[in-house]
């Protein structure tokens, strides 16, 4: 069984940087880069043909892993484990629930949505796996088809991957790390060490070279849209302004925090590309078009499962290059982009249920995208079906153009576009903002669940995405590096098996120790104490100095006693301070299994109202409001319960209580 570190911070551990990993991705990043300049033509025959051999030998195996991730997520979701907090059972979701899907929305998509929104459809529709093109067959197979590569299966991905991350940052106060979530696998020992470093610096590399492709494809989009809007001119020069200028306002925001920056970013940029939405439904052929939304919906889950399990077996060699060209790089891309993604959406997710998590990040973005598909992605069928051969062929051979060619068929067609290179421009920061933030907190170490790294490192990190987005562009090098991220998926979706592990073992054990919480113990409060003096404690609303003066004169007595007691058994345990000097942690050591764990935690408290008068006329505002509680905590969280005005063998017996139901735990998990 593997171990927690302690729930009270360590006073030792100061946050740094983890050379290992620091350098290690740095060098790995900088020398595939340095290969893909110098060597353009050979870099790319190589990688292209590392990504066509990864689709011909591993497709069965990307279709059937893929499958396996969002069935394991739904599961989860649906499971008695679904009521489980990514946090402790006292934790409130830190953000909003708008915000949150608004900001899962912006990391997990981005640029993309403006890059394939009208291309892929027309694509689909215009040279199709099956089948005759151009027809209203091909075209709700187009719209299934894109509906497949944008839906369940690659929000699975990100939902295994966060819940994941999640669970064991905020759950069991382990590193926001890739590393944490193969401690019960490997064991504490391997995850710090070689095992732990690798796998950190393989995400770091992964989420790196991801970023820098899309700010690549977001670059070439934006400079076409100023081209189409204003004339600019698309070159080199104008991309690389559009480079630093991206990085620049990245770096603020990323300065800024996720609280302020991502968050204030992704909530614009949300209502901004609804209302792009919007305005092309309602200029549209609207009716058309929600008809064919609808339609478009039932055809997805009413072909997901042959869909999700289709290899084009029988259509060879045209089928095996139609599926590495679209669904086997889709998955690849999904998979290859899940650290970066992950981790981000892992650190905005604590206080949410497995439930809520799962169900918010596979179905709320699923709704926006299935609208935005049907809506571009019938608007551009449409035109095209009645003689807009242009668009078609711009699709196919320009898919950035696509978009713009497209709102060139409706009113306002300036006003669409420059709100679409507004809109991408956003998406763009955000993905580097957040981008920055992960890259920071993948290469620090001792950094707890919670916190996010220096602003330094941020900065660094935003600084170097942008030089090496920079160096791609000059060298061409944007195609060769799409197929490095799509091959690295490869062996990271082997880390995701080890995930799902990792979480049924976790999720087991935790399911062990709620079953041992129903057993009964002994009762505690009416010992020793008349009905008179439990109902004075009942009513009583202690003030700070007299709750800090209980702690240590009732409660460290008790813990104390009984770490004399277990002492004389043989068994180790510690008692520590927290850091406000008032809480207090009490730890029986088990060697190999888990420790136990009985906190007491100074918490202020809000005074019902018929008890505001207690204080007197003299005691200030807050004192009047407030009151203060000796509450329990255990490795789970607060048990909701206060120890103030227990007697010392009220408190040992309270103890032991607790005691009791961890061995009963360890009984049920032997």
Known sequence: MYQNPDTLPDKENTLSVNKIVFYASALLSVALILFTILFPATSEALLGQSLRWVSDHFGWYYMLVVAAYSLFALFIGFSSYGNIKLGQDHDKPDFPFITWAAMLFSAGIGIDLLFFGASEPLAHYLTPSMGEAGTPEAARAAIAQTFLHWGLHGWGIYALIGMTLAYFAYRHNLPLALRSALVPV???????????????????????????????????????????????????????????????????????????????????????????????????????????????????????????????????EAGAEWKSGWTIFFWAWWVAWAPFVGLFIARISRGRTL????????????????????IFGNSAIDLVSHGAAELGQVALEDPAMGMFILFEHYPGASVLSLAAVVIGLVFFVTSADSGALVLANLSSKNLSSGADAPIGLRLFWAAATGLITLGLLFAGGFGSLQAVSVVAGLPFSLILIVYMVAMWISLRREGNKRKASTVDMAPVLNHGLSWRERLGRIVNFPSRKTVVHFIGSAIHPAMQEVANELGEQGIATKIHTGDNGCDLSFEVLHGEEVDFVYQVRLIQAIKPVFALGQAGNLASQQEQEHYYRAEVFLREGSQEYDLVGYSKEQIITDMLNQYERHMQFLHLER
Not at 198 to 219: E, H, N, Q, R
Not at 294 to 314: C, E, M, R, S
Request: aromatic share 12%; charged share 10%.
């Open 186 to 316: 490997f064991g504490q020992r391997r995850t710090n060490g070689w095992l732990g470093h690798s796998v950190d610096t393989f995400g770091v590399v992964c989420t790196l070279l991801g970023i820098a492709t899309s700010l690549g494809i977001g670059v070439l989009q934006a400079n076409a849209g100023l081209s189409h809007v204003f004339g600019i001119e698309s070159s080199k020069w104008v991309q690389s302004a559009i480079i630093i200028g991206v990085i620049v306002v990245a770096g603020v925001s990323a300065m800024s925090g996720v609280e302020r920056g991502v968050r204030r970013l992704s909530e614009a940029n949300m209502a901004a590309a609804t209302l792009l939405l919007l305005a092309l439904l309602v200029m549209g052929p609207t009716l058309f078009l929600l008809n064919s939304f609808t339609q478009n919906i039932g055809d997805y889950f009413q072909t997901l499962i042959g869909k999700t399990f289709d290899v084009y077996a029988y259509q060879g």
């Open 355 to 374: 439930r809520e998590f799962v169900f918010g990040v596979m179905f709320i973005p699923l709704g926006f995208i299935f609208a935005w598909f049907a």
